[in-house]
C-alpha cells in the first residue's frame, strides 16, 4: 500500500507536467513557432551557461521559502494564505534595521535575518490567534493580512524610508548584503540559507514527536483533541513558525538579491508558493524540487521569448496548468473508485507474475 501510494505521488505530478507541457506546445504550434525550438531555448535559459543556472537558483530562493511556510502550516491542518504578507513585513523589518540603524557588517545581516524571521512570525500569529480565540476563518484573515502588508511596504518607499525622488528605499550596504557563492555568478548563500531550513523542516516534521503530533493535528484536530493534544497550541506555533519562515524569507531576498524596497517586490511569491507545496503533496524536499523546477520555467521564458518570439505568457499557461492537472490528479486518486481500481490492476499483475 505505502509503495502504491509513493508511486502516484511521484507520477501524478509528472504526468501533470508532461500534460501541461503537450498543451503548451499545442499553443505554441498554433502561433505558428516551432514547438521543438520553443522548448529548447526554454530550457537553454536556464541551463545553457553558469550564470543561466546560478540566475535559475536565485529565482528558485523565495519561492522554497514560500512553498515551506505553506507546507509546515498545511501539515497541522491550517490554511495560512499569507505568506506573502509575512514575507514583505520579514523584507520591510530587514529594510528598516540594514538602513537606519547603523550597522554593517555578517553580523548586521545575521540580525536582520533574526528579526525578519521574528517579524514574519508575529504577522503570521495574527490569523492564528483569531482563529483560536475568535473561531476566524484564518483563510479571511490571512489574505487580508496581505493587503495590509502590501500597503505598509508601500508607505516605507514611498514615504517613511523614500530614498530621494525615486519611490524605493535606501540600498542595503554592501558589508551587509549577503555574499555570492562565486564571485562572478549571481547565485548568493541565500539558496543555502533556504535548503537548510527544508532540511529542518523535513526533519522535524518526520523525525520527531512534535512534528508527528502536529502531523496528527493536520489529519484528524477531533481525534488529536481526544487523545489529549494541545490542538489550539499546535494551530498557533504552526502559524508563528510558517510565518517566520516566509519573514525568513523576504529577508534573505532583500539582502541578497533586491537589496531595496520597489514597487512589485515579492507580488505573487505567497500563492505561488501554495500551489508548489500542494503539487509537492506538503513534503518539504518535494517542495525544493517543485520550486525549482517552477524556477527553471520562469528563467528560460525570457530566453525563449527572445529567441522564438514566443510571449512569455506561454510560460504562465504551462505553470497553471500544471498546477491545475497535479492538485486535480491528486484528488482523483483519492477516490474510493479509482484506489479499487489500481488495487485491482496491481493484484492482477502479481498474480499474473507469479
Not at 504550434?29 to 545553457?48: C, D, E, R, V
Not at 505553470?319 to 486518486?333: K, M, P
Request: hydrophobic share 55%; net charge positive; glycine share 10%.
Amino acid at each position: 500500500m505505502k509503495i502504491r501510494d509513493r508511486m502516484l505521488s511521484v507520477l501524478v505530478p509528472l504526468i501533470s507536467i508532461l500534460l501541461a507541457f503537450v498543451i503548451g506546445c499545442i499553443i505554441i504550434a498554433a502561433m505558428g513557432a516551432n514547438p521543438a525550438a520553443a522548448i529548447g531555448s526554454l530550457f537553454k535559459g536556464a541551463f545553457g551557461s553558469p550564470n543561466n543556472i546560478a540566475t535559475t537558483l536565485v529565482k528558485a530562493t523565495p519561492l522554497i521559502f514560500t512553498g515551506l511556510c505553506a507546507c509546515f502550516a498545511y501539515r497541522c491542518g491550517v490554511f495560512n494564505l499569507g505568506g506573502e504578507g509575512q514575507f514583505i513585513i520579514g523584507s520591510c523589518v530587514t529594510c528598516w534595521v540594514a538602513t537606519t540603524w547603523g550597522i554593517e557588517g555578517p553580523g548586521a545581516a545575521i540580525l536582520c535575518m533574526v528579526l525578519g524571521a521574528v517579524a514574519g512570525g508575529i504577522w503570521g500569529a495574527i490569523p492564528g490567534i483569531l482563529k483560536i480565540t475568535r473561531g476566524l476563518n484564518e483563510m479571511i484573515v490571512s489574505i487580508m493580512l496581505n493587503y495590509v502588508a502590501t500597503l505598509f511596504m508601500g508607505l516605507l518607499y514611498t514615504s517613511l524610508l523614500r530614498e530621494g525622488s525615486v519611490p524605493q528605499t535606501a540600498a542595503v550596504p554592501d558589508a551587509t548584503q549577503i555574499p555570492r557563492i562565486i564571485s562572478n555568478l549571481k547565485v548568493t548563500w541565500g539558496i543555502v540559507i533556504a535548503l537548510a531550513v527544508a532540511a529542518v523542516v523535513q526533519y522535524f516534521l518526520f523525525s520527531t514527536s512534535r512534528g508527528f503530533q502536529m502531523r496528527a493535528v493536520g489529519l484528524n484536530m477531533t481525534a488529536s483533541r481526544f487523545n489529549g493534544f494541545a490542538v489550539n497550541r499546535y494551530i498557533l506555533i504552526s502559524f508563528i513558525v510558517s510565518g517566520a519562515i516566509a519573514g525568513l524569507g523576504g529577508s534573505v531576498e532583500l539582502l541578497a538579491t533586491q537589496f531595496r524596497l520597489i514597487s512589485g517586490f515579492a507580488v505573487g511569491y505567497g500563492f505561488d508558493g501554495v500551489a508548489m507545496a500542494l503539487i509537492a503533496q506538503l513534503n518539504p524536499v518535494a517542495t525544493v524540487v517543485v520550486a525549482y523546477f517552477f524556477a527553471v520555467l520562469r528563467t528560460g521564458a525570457t530566453t525563449m521569448q527572445v529567441m522564438t518570439k514566443i510571449p512569455t505568457s506561454v510560460i504562465d499557461i504551462i505553470q497553471a496548468l500544471v498546477i491545475v492537472f497535479a492538485v486535480a490528479g491528486l484528488a482523483l486518486v483519492k477516490l474510493p473508485q479509482i484506489k479499487q481500481f489500481v488495487n485491482g490492476r496491481l493484484g492482477k499483475n502479481r498474480k499474473e507474475a507469479q
